[in-house]
């Protein structure tokens, strides 16, 4: 069974000011999570309850996992930065 995914509005917001070439790939890369929200390069938020990151080029996809009804709720979407975190 495949993972529900939710994007907030602040991370749709985000990811319409990046480049289209940029918006595809991130993109693509929310279908795949999908199907397993732990492959790629992620890790775990520290100091967070679920909280993850995923890292897309000099992107970061911010996710909170909820295991328990198999959702995925992507928080954010934004560009490194030394502020990102």
């Known amino acids: 069974m495949n993972w529900e995914l939710f994007i907030r509005k602040r991370a749709r917001k985000n990811l319409?000011?990046?480049?289209?070439?940029?918006q595809i790939h991130i993109a693509e890369i929310l279908r795949e999570i999908v199907f397993n929200p732990y492959s790629g390069n992620i890790e775990k938020m520290e100091g967070e309850i679920n909280v993850w990151r995923r890292r897309v080029g000099s992107y970061r996809i911010l996710f909170e996992l909820r295991v328990s009804d198999k959702t995925i709720a992507v928080l954010d979407i934004r560009r490194r930065t030394s502020s990102t975190y």
Do not use: Y
């Open 16 to 22: 319409a000011h990046f480049p289209k070439k940029d």
